[in-house]
């Protein structure tokens, strides 16, 4: 419905704590990878350009992708590997650098104390599935990953996966698998971020009244448009407007991007990358008294399959001739990611949650059919040389 909705760039809340003006915990940056941080940048923009649409709200959390994404990128090799680095930005960074980089980013998020803000992740595997004891030694270290083996064709894995889910998201999120787990699914990877801040300058209620939001030239709808004077961090340039509004200390910051009458936001989102993105934050250096009229909103962007985006991208080959000899012998491929993402703002603050998870399946394998004799069935015994029935019956229970 907010087709032209001005906070489009507030998933980067979820990506990282740039431009902020206290923290309670200290990032021990020698142990972060620049091109680490870089390459998470420019993903961002790349998978968002792939999955905006003109027509439609769209959030999610790249973090929670390119997480979910490193986690399998550590069974990757070869071409595969080649693939994945390349997409995610991780060409010039070695594994143990990337690792040490997230692992303690990861740890820094989940410590902040002005705002409410998880990362989880789990490996979860079909029972019987040889996985290498390095590559679950690996994520549990860096991802502190809950490593879980369990029967897939039991549909109490599929609860107790979307209960995990549940848990880690505050009920924001309640499932991330819809229905049974098919046949031919050996694994999921899955990253899970939930986050709550409340604005160090809160909206006042009473001034929150209905307004026109002016989706295109031809079309308006009214919107509940929250209201308040603050001096804050303010830039522009020819073709935008865009102010940052802090969390609670400051460890985090929405920052909200607004077109000017000229430019349309999808353009304006076509011209963005990681360098352009970097120096608009670097111009935001003067604050400014600034009244900010705003919608409150909820946008819940459902279950959503990224394969064809990460594919476009240049992700080809985890997903068809893959190499994940890292992870196990059973030959594995990405089958699919799984994305869902939810986000609340009004006059308190935000809250907000993602969650990702990565299908892996035996490659040039067929689905496997599940034949569960949980109801009455007809049993044969035959002399295979000469196909003649011995014994035959039926059984009900009993």
């Not at 590559?135 to 990953?145: M, P």
Request: with cysteine.
């Amino acid at each position: 419905m907010y087709k032209k909705l001005m906070m489009t760039l507030v998933m980067l809340v979820l990506m990282t704590a740039c431009g902020s003006s206290s923290t309670q915990h200290n990032l021990d940056s020698s142990k972060i990878n620049d091109q680490m941080m870089e390459g998470n940048t420019q993903f961002a923009w790349d998978i968002f350009n792939e999955l905006k649409d003109e027509n439609e709200s769209v959030f999610i959390s790249p973090f929670s992708i390119s997480t979910a994404l490193t986690m399998t990128y550590q069974g990757a090799s070869g071409e595969t590997k080649d693939d994945m680095a390349e997409v995610l930005g991780y060409s010039e960074i070695e594994m143990e650098q990337l690792n040490e980089s997230y692992q303690e980013y990861i740890n820094y998020l989940n410590q902040l104390s002005d705002v409410d803000l998880s990362v989880a992740n789990s490996i979860w595997f079909r029972e019987g599935l040889q996985v290498k004891d390095e590559f679950i030694e690996t994520n549990e270290k860096t991802f502190d990953s809950g490593i879980f083996e369990r029967d897939f064709t039991s549909d109490q894995t599929v609860d107790e996966i979307n209960h995990w889910v549940s848990d880690e998201t505050e009920g924001l999120i309640d499932e991330i698998i819809t229905s049974s787990i098919p046949g031919n699914i050996q694994m999921y990877l899955i990253n899970a971020i939930y986050f709550k801040g409340e604005w160090q300058e809160k909206f006042n209620k009473d001034r929150t009244s209905n307004e026109k939001f002016h989706v295109n030239k031809d079309q308006s709808v009214t919107v509940s448009m929250m209201k308040k004077e603050e001096t804050l961090q303010y830039g522009e340039g020819e073709n935008y407007q865009m102010i940052e509004m802090e969390y609670g200390e400051g460890s985090t910051s929405m920052y909200v991007m607004l077109p000017k009458d000229n430019k349309s936001l999808d353009a304006m989102i076509q011209d963005l990358d990681a360098s352009r993105w970097n120096g608009m934050i670097e111009n935001m250096n003067t604050e400014e008294d600034v009244i900010i009229e705003m919608p409150s909103f909820k946008v819940k962007y459902g279950v959503k399959s990224i394969k064809d985006n990460l594919i476009s991208l240049g992700m080809e080959r985890p997903f068809q001739a893959a190499d994940f000899s890292g992870m196990s012998e059973s030959g594995l491929r990405i089958d699919d990611v799984l994305h869902k993402a939810v986000i609340e703002v009004n006059e308190e603050g935000s809250e907000a949650a993602a969650v990702t998870a990565v299908a892996m399946v035996e490659s040039g394998s067929p689905e496997r059919k599940v034949f569960q004799a949980n109801r009455p069935f007809l049993y044969v015994i035959a002399d295979e040389e000469t196909d003649s029935i011995l014994f035959m019956g039926t059984y009900y229970g009993e």
